[in-house]
């Protein structure tokens, strides 16, 4: 299945596989994730190491391989060792799994760590045992902390947190706070996120839109400008819009995205980008019993299937290439399109760069901190 495509680019060169399943839902929470029903933690890798077999037929090393979720740490070491025995990777492939604290140990880690893990990325979201109980997070901070120093005393040497800032009624002191606490935990790369009231969730009836107690859109501004001064001041490359990574330590799965990698995704909703033509995207059934259905009949089909155009993957092309802090750079971009970049954008860029919005050399172009915060209205501007 993996075959050079007519511009010498891999299908697919990583591997993302879902795990849908939670010890209790956050009240915040949008993912596709449910407590799993008697059996499911052990019947899932059997339809994983099925779909396995049926979407891929090759040898070809993959680059990367992230179990994302959901709460991958809720599988058994052993499950893992299985999955991963299943596919060829190169012998540097970054291979995360993320972990929720309070469903690992250190007997657990070490058992990952064996199984061929080599990555971990943390949900810890708050150091505020209160900030967390209002989220829904199943764990405190005290277990945070205790997990982060069992995935070192397991052995590994790259490891990331997740935290959350714009949590209702959190002022910036408070966040200040969060921030040191991650520093001086000393993770290899944090990822931040600002608070999102999704649809459907508890939070959005809890925090109807306008409600006091959210932050505003300047509050939310003055939080991610700190997280840059603070993160960047210790050492942390400010590397795209919502990560941080010490020198040497940027996920190289999630670049993969921004670089438009071909990645295919298993299991319950997971989505997949192939490099074929300009690009295909689908994703699997998000829903357990459709998902079992298909894999056990042998038959899978590819939900919302959209084969890109050219003007779609040159759009997508920028939106995810602008999201790095190196940008994208212009010859590669005619490189991959056949069309310089100024003639495609070159209007909507000059205006970008007249609001200091986006910044251009001759070799790259990149948003600007300000443009960072208003990447949405920036990657607007793009569609043709
Ligand atoms: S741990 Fe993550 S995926 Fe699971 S319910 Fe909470 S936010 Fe959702």
Redesign the pocket.
């Known amino acids: 299945m993996l075959v050079p495509h007519a511009q010498g680019v891999p299908i697919f060169n990583r591997l993302y596989i879902h795990i849908p399943f939670?010890i209790e839902?956050?009240r915040y929470?949008a993912?596709v994730?449910t407590p799993p029903e008697a059996g499911e933690l052990l019947e899932y890798p059997e339809l994983l190491l099925r779909e396995l077999q049926l979407r891929t037929s090759h040898n070809e090393p993959v680059d990367s391989f992230y179990f994302g979720?959901?709460?991958p740490s809720l599988l058994q070491p052993e499950q893992v060792a299985r999955l991963l025995g299943e596919i060829t990777k190169r012998p540097d492939a970054e291979i995360t799994l993320e972990a929720?604290p309070g469903t690992v140990d250190l007997s657990s880690l070490r058992a990952f760590r064996s199984s061929g893990i080599n990555r971990i990325s943390l949900?810890i979201q708050s150091f505020d045992d209160g900030f967390l109980r209002g989220l829904g997070?199943i764990h405190s901070a005290g277990q945070s902390r205790q997990a982060f120093a069992d995935i070192r005393e397991a052995g590994f040497d790259n490891v990331s947190i997740d935290l959350i800032h714009s949590l209702p009624n959190q002022s910036l002191d408070q966040w200040r706070l969060e921030l040191h606490h991650a520093i001086a935990l000393g993770p290899e790369h944090i990822s931040i996120y600002g608070l999102t009231v999704e649809e459907g969730t508890p939070f959005a009836l809890t925090y109807p839109p306008n409600s006091p107690e959210l932050a505003d859109e300047d509050l939310s501004a003055d939080m991610f400008e700190l997280a840059d001064e603070l993160l960047t001041a210790a050492g942390f490359e400010h590397y795209e819009i919502a990560n941080y990574a010490r020198p040497g330590f940027r996920s190289q799965h999630n670049s993969g995205y921004w670089h438009r990698d071909g990645y295919l995704g298993l299991g319950v909703a997971a989505h997949s980008f192939l490099r074929d033509g300009y690009g295909v995207r689908f994703s699997n059934p998000d829903n357990l019993e459709e998902y079992r259905r298909e894999v056990t009949s042998g038959e899978l089909v590819r939900v919302g299937e959209q084969r890109m155009m050219r003007d779609d993957a040159m759009a997508e092309y920028l939106f995810l290439g602008l999201r790095l802090s190196e940008g994208i750079s212009p010859p590669a971009f005619e490189q991959e399109f056949g069309q310089s970049l100024a003639s495609v954008y070159g209007s909507v860029i000059d205006e970008l760069v007249r609001f200091e919005l986006l910044t251009q050399t001759e070799s790259s172009l990149s948003l600007t901190r300000r443009g960072m915060l208003l990447s949405n209205q920036v990657f607007g501007k793009f569609l043709l």
Do not use: E, P, Q
């Open positions: 939670c839902k956050c929470c993912f994730s979720g959901g709460t929720n949900g997070r």
